[in-house]
């Protein structure tokens, strides 16, 4: 599967009325690939994301997908069925508040088992197997299978979230801050097991954050978006450890040094 | 129906102007078209409140003709305060023929009940829905539930099940059960146990659903497959009942439990009253001669 990028994005752009969401954003994601959308609040990262996750329509540009079946596609034409089965097959979404990605009335392994009933599985036994082996490798405790998520704290909630996503093998994974509203050190559990993940499923992720470290730790390449456009973009390392744009520069700067 | 025919109350016949009927006849034409899907209709106020059977009068007085005859069942009993009143509205604004057995009926409005008499040919059942789409209570969003019926996205319907079973051990809805009709729409029953649910598989009458409140008509054609959702491993099963009807002595019937007295007195009798009384009649008829 190194046929080539697995999403191609190319001038995308997306205008509110006469203010820019996001303009002008083209890269290449690649298979197996982190890539970290960063900025500050209102830069157009979540937009962006939105518009490649077809969560909303871009105004402008294209973005091109590789289906499992290794022919890469318009996601602008897709049908919507196409384009629904698509993200609950191979794509997860993972949201900043748990409560949005999550369904907060029904216990935690249905939550994890929704998207394999979804796909057409219609045995119990083999659905709840999943289930446990999946809050498993998320490191919650398989005796709180039963439980509602509105009796989890908010790290759970998160870790269930990439567990429900993670249950039918996405190849894509888009994420909007998961550490956002977590403690520090919940925030570094989940990162750690994030990178465990990917490294082992060998999952390609965009992740928006305007938390640079969360970049450092997670992510092969950024972006750096300020006012909707793209404005540095590089090897993580790179753009960290010798930012070329004022702005960014000024945002390295801005991490609190110990 | 063929001249317009007005009734001792001085309404028109079967209380509904012809144009209501007309559109609703179209609702239910294009309900019988697409089994199982909702058909959205224009529902009137009716001069009952609503949760007591205006979508299954307005499809009654839609489909019913000077020469039907009419059976009103509430949870299967011919003479509760529904029932009573339903049936009374109808001799009093269509003058039609009403009955309380299901063999003459050609028309039978139902609440929570497919009677136990085998359904014919040419009947129609009409049942009261309170709430008919399925997946409201696990999608609040509308427009979400129409396109997932849409795009035949019915996951959602089994993780409901699958709650059932991590809770209870085994599937725990025990009414409105839901059913895949003609391989295609998931449908809500409306709210019969699901002891009933086999009685709509196949059956050779119309069944025609309205909800008066929700304005949505749906509908099974005659001979149109419908089964129960269920997982491999955890089948589809109706309700069993260890001891007969305490009355007439039927199995394999739906029975209701009767409180006798404060000291855990009880029986379970019959909840299809005709059926109960009329196999009571043949035993009594069988002893005395």
């Given at each position: 599967?190194?046929?080539?990028?697995?999403?191609?994005?190319?001038?995308?752009?997306?205008?509110?009325?006469?203010?820019?969401?996001?303009?002008?954003?083209?890269?290449?994601?690649?298979?197996?690939?982190?890539?970290?959308?960063?900025?500050?609040?209102g830069s157009g990262k979540t937009t962006l994301l939105n518009c490649l996750s077809t969560r909303l329509n871009a105004d402008?540009?294209?973005?091109?997908?590789?289906?499992?079946?290794?022919?890469?596609?318009?996601?602008?034409?897709?049908?919507?069925?196409?384009?629904?089965?698509?993200?609950?097959?191979?794509?997860?979404?993972?949201?900043?508040?748990?409560?949005?990605?999550?369904?907060?009335g029904v216990s935690a392994g249905a939550n994890v088992g929704e998207r394999l009933m979804a796909v057409g599985n219609r045995?119990?036994?083999?659905?709840?197997?999943?289930?446990?082996?999946?809050?498993?490798?998320?490191?919650?405790?398989?005796?709180?299978?039963?439980?509602?998520?509105?009796?989890?704290?908010?790290?759970?909630?998160?870790?269930?979230?990439?567990?429900?996503?993670?249950?039918?093998?996405?190849?894509?994974?888009?994420?909007?801050?998961?550490?956002?509203?977590?403690?520090?050190?919940?925030?570094?559990?989940?990162?750690?097991?994030?990178?465990?993940?990917?490294?082992?499923?060998?999952?390609?992720?965009?992740?928006?954050?305007?938390?640079?470290?969360?970049?450092?730790?997670?992510?092969?390449?950024?972006?750096?978006?300020?006012?909707?456009?793209?404005?540095?973009?590089?090897?993580?390392?790179?753009?960290?450890?010798?930012?070329?744009?004022?702005?960014?520069?000024?945002?390295?700067?801005?991490?609190?040094?110990? | 129906?063929?001249?317009?025919?007005?009734?001792?109350?001085?309404?028109?016949?079967?209380?509904?102007?012809?144009?209501?009927?007309?559109?609703?006849?179209?609702?239910?034409?294009?309900?019988?078209?697409?089994?199982?899907?909702?058909?959205?209709?224009?529902?009137?106020?009716?001069?009952?409140?609503?949760?007591?059977?205006?979508?299954?009068?307005?499809?009654?007085?839609?489909?019913?003709?000077?020469?039907?005859?009419?059976?009103?069942?509430?949870?299967?009993?011919?003479?509760?305060?529904?029932?009573?009143?339903?049936?009374?509205?109808?001799?009093?604004?269509?003058?039609?023929?009403?009955?309380?057995?299901?063999?003459?009926?050609?028309?039978?409005?139902?609440?929570?009940?497919?009677?136990?008499?085998?359904?014919i040919e040419g009947q129609i059942l009409v049942y009261q829905v309170p709430i008919p789409e399925p997946l409201r209570f696990?999608?609040?969003?509308?427009?979400?539930?129409?396109?997932?019926?849409?795009?035949?996205?019915?996951?959602?319907?089994?993780?409901?099940?699958?709650?059932?079973?991590?809770?209870?051990?085994?599937?725990?809805?025990?009414?409105?059960?839901?059913?895949?009709?003609?391989?295609?729409?998931?449908?809500?029953?409306?709210?019969?146990?699901?002891?009933?649910?086999?009685?709509?598989?196949?059956?050779?009458?119309?069944?025609?659903?309205?909800?008066?409140?929700?304005?949505?008509?749906?509908?099974?054609?005659?001979?149109?497959?419908?089964?129960?959702?269920?997982?491999?491993?955890?089948?589809?099963?109706?309700?069993?009942?260890?001891?007969?009807?305490?009355?007439?002595?039927?199995?394999?019937?739906?029975?209701?439990?009767?409180?006798?007295?404060?000291?855990?007195?009880?029986?379970?009798?019959?909840?299809?009253?005709?059926?109960?009384?009329?196999?009571?009649?043949?035993?009594?008829?069988?002893?005395?001669?």
């Amino acid at each position: 599967m190194s046929e080539g990028p697995l999403l191609i994005a190319r001038d995308v752009g997306k205008n509110y009325g006469n203010r820019i969401g996001c303009t002008d954003v083209s890269f290449d994601l690649w298979p197996g690939e982190v890539l970290a959308i960063v900025g500050e609040s209102g830069s157009g990262k979540t937009t962006l994301l939105n518009c490649l996750s077809t969560r909303l329509n871009a105004d402008r540009g294209t973005v091109t997908y590789r289906m499992r079946d290794g022919v890469a596609r318009d996601l602008a034409a897709l049908g919507e069925a196409e384009r629904r089965f698509l993200m609950r097959t191979d794509w997860g979404f993972v949201h900043q508040n748990p409560a949005d990605g999550l369904r907060m009335g029904v216990s935690a392994g249905a939550n994890v088992g929704e998207r394999l009933m979804a796909v057409g599985n219609r045995h119990y036994g083999r659905i709840r197997h999943c289930a446990e082996d999946w809050l498993n490798r998320v490191e919650i405790d398989v005796d709180r299978i039963d439980d509602r998520p509105r009796a989890f704290s908010g790290g759970m909630r998160q870790r269930l979230q990439i567990a429900r996503n993670l249950v039918t093998s996405p190849r894509l994974v888009f994420m909007d801050e998961p550490t956002g509203g977590l403690d520090v050190s919940v925030q570094a559990r989940l990162l750690d097991l994030v990178r465990g993940l990917v490294r082992d499923l060998g999952l390609s992720v965009i992740i928006v954050t305007h938390d640079l470290a969360v970049a450092r730790l997670l992510s092969h390449r950024m972006m750096v978006m300020k006012e909707g456009r793209v404005i540095e973009q590089g090897l993580t390392d790179r753009v960290l450890d010798d930012p070329r744009e004022p702005y960014t520069q000024l945002l390295v700067s801005s991490i609190p040094q110990a | 129906m063929s001249a317009v025919t007005m009734s001792e109350a001085g309404t028109n016949f079967a209380y509904l102007d012809e144009e209501t009927k007309r559109m609703i006849r179209r609702a239910i034409l294009k309900a019988i078209a697409i089994p199982g899907y909702q058909v959205p209709f224009a529902s009137r106020e009716m001069p009952m409140p609503y949760g007591w059977g205006t979508g299954g009068v307005q499809v009654t007085a839609a489909v019913i003709g000077p020469d039907d005859v009419l059976k009103v069942i509430d949870q299967g009993a011919d003479d509760t305060t529904n029932a009573v009143s339903i049936r009374a509205f109808f001799r009093k604004v269509a003058r039609v023929a009403v009955t309380t057995h299901t063999a003459e009926a050609t028309v039978i409005q139902t609440r929570h009940r497919i009677p136990e008499h085998p359904l014919i040919e040419g009947q129609i059942l009409v049942y009261q829905v309170p709430i008919p789409e399925p997946l409201r209570f696990l999608e609040p969003r509308e427009t979400e539930t129409r396109t997932m019926h849409a795009l035949e996205e019915y996951g959602l319907m089994h993780v409901k099940l699958y709650e059932d079973i991590a809770h209870h051990g085994r599937i725990a809805t025990s009414y409105a059960y839901p059913v895949k009709v003609a391989g295609r729409y998931v449908m809500d029953p409306s709210p019969i146990p699901k002891f009933d649910n086999p009685k709509m598989h196949l059956s050779p009458a119309l069944q025609l659903f309205g909800a008066g409140r929700e304005k949505r008509i749906y509908a099974i054609p005659p001979h149109t497959d419908v089964r129960s959702l269920d997982f491999e491993d955890h089948p589809f099963e109706i309700q069993r009942f260890d001891e007969p009807c305490a009355l007439c002595g039927a199995r394999n019937v739906y029975l209701d439990e009767v409180i006798l007295d404060d000291r855990g007195g009880r029986m379970f009798v019959c909840s299809d009253t005709d059926n109960c009384e009329s196999r009571q009649a043949d035993a009594q008829k069988e002893t005395a001669a």
